[in-house]
């Protein structure tokens, strides 16, 4: 069983470049999110999808754009990469609402040279 | 604004000993509060979870403690073993808008 499956898992962009990360489940979840982590910041939300059809800005949306493709699918662009959007970014499914649980990719490692 | 503060930053344990990971809130509408954990190139997954009706969970070595007056909670990990090394996050969530909000994380490292 896949779960959550994110690519690439490392990439390396010059600033200004654009890129697409890409994030897909297999566990027919309606809600799927992309954070980003950072040393000392914890996990912050960029972008969530409730539901296919539907997205909403998180904490931190600013540079990025996201796109729900489907039920299955969600994804994370960059439209011009600054050096602040160094991170490791993880794609998240599922909510448990009895626990506040999401099920998580393994992360996608971004360098911004 | 974090809306979940979590200290320390970084915790060292020696085998056998207990590790406590303290978090605090401000927004009362949060109603569960789980803790994940995440090991070194894979993505965090939930430990245990409390909601704010109870005062104390346990599973295992894993304890949360819950103060709903303080709106403070707390992980208690009783004979912390060198496999427990790991980052934990505390969380809350709020069912009706589906999110979760992270605290800064703590990075446990269980020395023998």
């Known amino acids: 069983n896949a779960g959550v499956t994110q690519t690439p898992k490392f990439q390396v962009l010059k600033t200004g470049q654009s890129m697409t990360l890409q994030c897909a489940q297999d566990?027919?979840?309606?809600?799927m999110y992309w954070y980003r982590q950072d040393p000392g910041m914890g996990l912050r939300l960029i972008y969530y999808?409730?539901?296919?059809?539907?997205?909403d800005k998180g904490e931190v949306p600013n540079g990025y754009n996201v796109s729900r493709l489907n039920k299955r699918e969600f994804s994370l662009r960059l439209e011009s990469a600054a050096p602040s959007q160094t991170s490791v970014y993880f794609c998240?499914?599922?909510?448990?609402?009895?626990?506040?649980?999401?099920?998580f990719g393994e992360g996608s490692r971004l360098t911004v040279l | 604004q974090q809306q979940v503060k979590q200290s320390p930053q970084s915790l060292i344990v020696q085998k056998g000993g207990i590790s406590i990971i303290n978090c605090a809130y401000e927004n009362t509408a949060f109603d569960y509060f789980p803790w994940y954990q995440q090991f070194p190139g894979k993505g965090p997954a939930l430990l245990i979870a409390i909601r704010p009706d109870v005062s104390e969970k346990k599973e295992g070595r894993f304890t949360i403690s819950f103060n709903k007056s303080a709106k403070q909670f707390s992980l208690h990990i009783m004979d912390s073993q060198p496999g427990d090394s790991a980052t934990y996050f505390c969380a809350a969530s709020m069912r009706g808008y589906q999110k979760v909000t992270f605290g800064t994380g703590t990075k446990l490292q269980v020395i023998p």
């Open positions: 566990m027919n979840h309606n809600s």
């Open positions: 998240a499914s599922g909510f448990r609402p009895n626990t506040g649980e999401l099920f």
């Open positions: 999808s409730a539901s296919e059809g539907t997205t």
